[in-house]
């Protein structure tokens, strides 16, 4: 099984390396991945590679990178400091050629993952294990062709591939999920949750019991089996995870600061899309209330979205039904003449007409005016979001992060080449503030805010005034240069009080010194 064994040899290599580690006396694992910044960047590209996949659909690139993160330990641990950073910068080099394989694998397998996807829900992987792994290597056969151009090849192991995951799907659907459910828990059991997860492991094994007594008492119980059969399964899996996360902690010879750190840094990836952050200088039930207002606001407002498209389509509905039962009730009344004269007949059914036509031509006005109000909301936040865009594509990585805040946009800039302690201009930041003139002016009815941060490193109150000056320097340069209308451009200092990142490294430091430009869009309406 090509996937696995690529996964323990990777496995194995990590073992040899670090037991090579603890032997010479030198830097520990967790020491290397502290103070080499590329080392760990490249674990962490690897970590999020493959969860989404990477052994499967680059496994020559995935395993190649692999092998580079494991060489630039080895050298780091040897105090081979120009290696270690050579052979991490290869590995990153790696890891982005295998995005681009994994993309294009995607593309081409889509269909087939898909069906993949669709056999792990019905819990294949654990009914049949051996047999999904051997097709998880075809596929992963198929990708290693794709990574050597060979996607003509790729394409014809394609139809096969296919065939087997849904015949694995299908099989799992006959077999029901009470074996499927037996089957997690016993992989769970295997890989150790018995001993770090005991008391979820057991909830599972009670849940799987009661399928069967369910079922004994009633066989035409199937979904009630079901449900305590799906409940056994995701019992199972959440102890399997909570295993994986404790040997994690184990292995890495984590402090328990570092697990709260790390709890930390799971709850601001979850709060990452809100503005607001969490108040981490707070009881934990804090936090928690913080990041639960952050989610029911964003509901709310999804609700209140759903809630006036279901009032639009009542009041479509109900324009309609009126325009019906206007058409029925005249239709009524020019029946009840039909005896009367042709000529009386004639005039009544042309006046009647014309007043249905004015009835109806009233209300499909109406249906229209509420087609165009749609028609023009979506207008303005296609251009809205067209103008962020364009103000987004305006900066690279290294100049600027762009953030849309509601009407509103934020430019953290991070490109300004600021001598140490001083706050002029330099002139080859110069096209960095053409960019920003430029994307001010796309809201030329705008307010705009210039604030300047720093990271901790110095006296807070020189950090304040050099962030104050700063700020002064880039908002005269709009004004002056620029030719902004002055009363549009205010300025600020915050010093170091408002960090985005940790300082204690240098990454974190770097995205602290920044200058902010929030462009402040005053109209409701910012399509208009």
Wanted: net charge negative; aromatic share 4%.
């Amino acid at each position: 099984m090509k996937v696995i064994t690529r996964i323990l040899f990777i496995c194995s290599l990590n073992f040899i390396l670090l037991a090579g580690c603890a032997t010479s006396g030198g830097l520990t694992r967790k020491d290397v991945l502290q103070r080499y910044d590329l080392i760990s960047q490249l674990e962490k590209e690897l970590i999020s590679a493959r969860g989404h996949k990477a052994v499967l659909l680059a496994p020559d690139s995935h395993e190649k990178a692999s092998l580079k993160l494991e060489e630039a330990v080895s050298h780091a641990v040897e105090a081979r400091k120009a290696d270690a950073n050579k052979a991490a910068e290869e590995g990153l080099k790696t890891v982005n050629e295998m995005r681009g394989h994994m993309e294009r694998a995607r593309e081409i397998m889509d269909e087939v993952l898909n069906v993949r996807q669709r056999a792990v829900n019905e819990g294949a992987y654990e009914l049949y294990t051996d047999e999904f792994e051997k097709v998880d290597d075809r596929l992963s056969s198929a990708s290693a062709l794709i990574e050597k151009d060979a996607e003509s090849d790729a394409k014809e192991l394609r139809p096969d591939i296919l065939a087997a995951y849904s015949s694995l799907e299908l099989r799992a659907l006959k077999e029901g999920k009470a074996a499927a459910a037996e089957a997690a828990i016993n992989r769970a059991r295997e890989n150790e949750a018995d001993e770090y997860a005991p008391e979820t492991l057991k909830a599972a094994a009670e849940e799987l019991k009661l399928v069967t007594s369910v079922l004994d008492a009633d066989r035409t119980q199937t979904e009630k089996a079901d449900a305590h059969a799906g409940k056994a399964i995701w019992l199972a899996e959440v102890a399997g995870e909570i295993t994986k996360t404790a040997k994690m902690f184990e292995d890495g010879d984590y402090e328990l600061e570092d697990i709260l750190l790390w709890y930390h840094d799971q709850l601001e990836l979850i709060n990452a899309p809100f503005s607001s952050e969490l108040p981490f200088n707070k009881p934990n039930q804090t936090v928690i209330h913080a990041l639960r207002e952050s989610i029911e606001s964003l509901l709310k407002a999804l609700d209140n979205t759903r809630s006036m498209l279901a009032e639009s389509q009542e009041r479509t509905s109900e324009l309609k039904s009126e325009i019906d039962k206007q058409r029925k009730e005249y239709e009524a009344k020019l029946k009840e003449l039909v005896d009367a004269s042709s000529e009386q007949i004639s005039k009544l059914r042309v006046s009647k007409s014309e007043e249905l036509a004015e009835i109806t031509q009233k209300y499909e006005k109406e249906l229209s005016a509420e087609a165009q109000k749609r028609a023009e909301m979506e207008r303005r936040e296609k251009e809205a979001r067209k103008r962020f865009e364009d103000i987004d594509n305006m900066f690279n990585e290294e100049e600027a992060n762009v953030y849309r805040k509601g009407n509103n946009v934020l430019i953290e800039v991070h490109g300004f080449d600021f001598p140490p302690g001083e706050s002029e201009i330099q002139t080859k930041n110069f096209s960095l503030l053409d960019k920003l003139v430029n994307a001010i002016n796309i809201f030329p009815e705008s307010k705009v805010k210039v604030s300047g941060h720093t990271d901790s490193t110095g006296r807070n109150d020189m950090n304040l005034s050099l962030s104050i000056d700063r700020a002064r320097s880039v908002s005269d340069f709009l004004v002056k240069l620029g030719k902004i209308s002055p009363d549009r451009v205010e300025s600020e200092g915050f010093g170091e009080n408002k960090p985005v990142a940790k300082n204690d490294t240098k990454e974190g430091r770097a995205r602290n010194r920044r200058i902010e430009v929030l462009i402040i869009n005053s109209q409701k309406n910012p399509g208009n």
